[in-house]
């Protein structure tokens, strides 16, 4: 659905002003009175009256053409390109010029709701999902989430494919929100969003800084941990109030870099001190519990999403609602039924020897919770893990997840997990080497479905299985192309049963 395609509308010479003014305009083509009613990058996304947006590393001057062809009446690029007879917008930034221009042509929507943006190496896809259940317990209408797992903004109901979706998109879900109605939103903020300027002009009534560890480290994404950092950080720029977890590394940086930008700032985590104070953790049946303290009450509270780790994520969250001003009931009821689908998910076979645990974990700290964690509420299965590393990205992984899991693992199955453009493998031999460095036993099986075919139905049983990286995704990266396939939820499904309907595994030879 395009939003508002009758209400937002502007003269081409209203950009082009706008591109002056931020010092992004190079040069433009004659265009007289030509009217913009949409603004896009993508050619699956085209209406009359188009803007159209030259972006991307794999971008080819056959999508302009296809573009002009489909309702685009101008283009915005950081090139000129040939044989199209739409104006031309020549910019020196084209990421910034798309922010900017969607800022505009929206009409800034985010002001219009409650905002909550949420950054962190790992665990905001939980945190937003229990910020949106304790905001569905207390809010008369649903709270709209833009996560790693999905969309929904009061007109879309999408699976995701981006953490924080590009600018255009972003502000078009802002509107979508504010037109059906809704009053809130929650979004995770990637590094790469804040790095490019896809949240440019977003003041997020509470911002979060969760977490910080040594990830998309990689010539196309952060060149070291200091720019990733930085980038996190940026997130209190445009904020009103700044949640800081005072329990993780860098944790003094991060507070005190939201104090210099000058939002109110609350703290979370175990120090008494905190704003946000945590305590009293204990495991109960399937619950965990724990006590809460903060300048207005002091309530216990439970979650039953598996993990311990999973304490910090509701923390954030408490922390997020107590700066909203909701109420503890609201709080303890959200939390009590909070779920994130493809994160820490358990499924078990009929005889209960085989449990297998789907989760998103594909970094060192996620790995490393996830690891920690089955330790203490699977202290007597043995762990079987399938998990592998993307193509072209995140080199790091593949030698800290290879580690972890080798260490901790009775056996690791290396496999797919969206090698893009790299081979496959060239990315198991490197996890295969780390593996071995740690004296891990490990096999390679590229296809993802027989992989956790094999780790369920082979090899035994008393084990619990973690099958990370994807979650519910339904697409593989392959090449350029992303590929439907079934998620690792599905493959569990199917083959728990198969293992139920067998007598015994067999034993991987």
């Given at each position: 659905m395009h939003p508002g395609a009758s209400r937002y509308c502007h003269n081409l010479s209203a950009f082009l002003s706008l591109f002056e003014a931020e010092g992004l305009l190079c040069a433009q083509d004659p265009s007289d009175q030509v009217i913009i009613r949409h603004l896009s990058f993508d050619t699956r996304d085209l209406m009359d009256k188009t803007l159209f947006f030259c972006k991307g590393a794999h971008f080819k001057p056959e999508?302009?053409?296809?573009?002009?062809?489909?309702?685009?009446?101008?283009?915005?690029?950081?090139?000129?390109?040939?044989?199209?007879?739409?104006?031309a917008v020549l910019v020196s930034d084209i990421r910034r010029a798309m922010s900017v221009a969607a800022l505009f042509h929206y009409e800034q929507p985010a002001e219009k709701l409650k905002t909550?943006?949420?950054?962190?190496?790992?665990?905001?896809?939980?945190t937003a999902y229990y910020v949106k259940a304790i905001l569905d317990a207390a809010l008369s209408s649903e709270c709209a989430i833009l996560s790693s797992i999905d969309n929904f903004d009061g007109v879309i109901r999408e699976e995701a494919h981006l953490t924080t979706p590009e600018a255009i998109p972003l502000q078009q879900h802002f509107v979508n929100a504010y037109e059906s109605g809704l009053?809130?939103?929650?979004?995770?903020?990637?590094?790469?969003?804040?790095k490019y300027g896809r949240?440019?002009?977003?003041?997020?009534?509470?911002?979060?800084?969760h977490n910080i560890g040594t990830d998309h480290i990689s010539p196309v994404e952060h060149p070291d941990f200091e720019d990733y950092f930085a980038s996190k950080l940026k997130i209190f720029n445009a904020c009103r109030v700044g949640c800081v977890n005072t329990d993780v590394a860098y944790a003094d940086r991060a507070l005190q870099y939201a104090k210099t930008a000058g939002c109110r700032v609350l703290t979370y985590g175990s120090h008494p001190e905190d704003d946000i104070?945590?305590?009293?953790?204990?495991?109960?049946?399937?619950?965990?519990?724990?006590?809460?303290?903060?300048?207005?009450?002091?309530?216990?509270?439970?979650?039953?999403?598996?993990g311990l780790f999973n304490v910090q994520n509701a923390l954030c969250a408490i922390a997020v609602c107590t700066a909203l001003g909701i109420p503890p009931q609201a709080i303890r009821e959200g939390l009590a039924i909070a779920r994130a689908a493809g994160r820490m998910?358990?499924?078990?076979?009929?005889?209960?020897?085989?449990?297998?645990?789907?989760d998103y974990a594909h970094n060192r700290m996620s790995f490393g919770a996830l690891y920690d964690s089955v330790a203490k509420e699977y202290p007597d299965k043995t762990v079987i893990t399938v998990f592998g590393c993307p193509g072209g990205k995140a080199y790091l992984r593949r030698?800290?997840?290879?580690?972890?899991?080798?260490?901790?693992?009775?056996?690791?199955?290396?496999?797919?997990?969206?090698?893009?453009?790299?081979?496959?493998?060239?990315?198991a031999a490197d996890i295969?080497?780390?593996?071995?460095?740690?004296g891990g036993r490990y096999f390679i099986c590229e296809d993802r479905g027989e992989a956790i075919r094999r780790a369920i139905c082979e090899n035994g049983s008393d084990k619990i299985i973690l099958i990370t990286g994807k979650g519910r995704e339904t697409r593989q990266k392959r090449g350029t192309l992303y590929m439907d396939t079934p998620s690792d939820v599905d493959y569990v499904e199917r083959y728990l049963a198969e293992y139920d309907d067998s007598t015994v595994g067999v034993v991987l030879g």
């Open positions: 999508y302009l053409r296809m573009a002009a062809e489909n309702g685009a009446v101008a283009y915005v690029s950081e090139v000129r390109y040939e044989d199209v007879s739409i104006p909550v943006g949420i950054t962190g190496t790992k665990g905001k896809s939980t009053t809130h939103l929650v979004m995770e903020v990637s590094s790469q969003a804040l949240v440019d002009g977003v003041c997020f009534d509470v911002a979060c800084f104070y945590c305590s009293s953790v204990k495991k109960d049946g399937e619950a965990i519990r724990f006590t809460v303290t903060t300048a207005s009450f002091a309530e216990e509270f439970a979650i039953t999403m598996p998910e358990v499924f078990t076979s009929r005889d209960s020897r085989v449990i297998a645990l789907v030698k800290d997840l290879g580690e972890l899991s080798g260490r901790h693992s009775s056996l690791v199955i290396v496999t797919e997990e969206d090698s893009g453009e790299e081979p496959f493998s060239q990315i295969a080497a780390s593996i071995e460095a740690e």
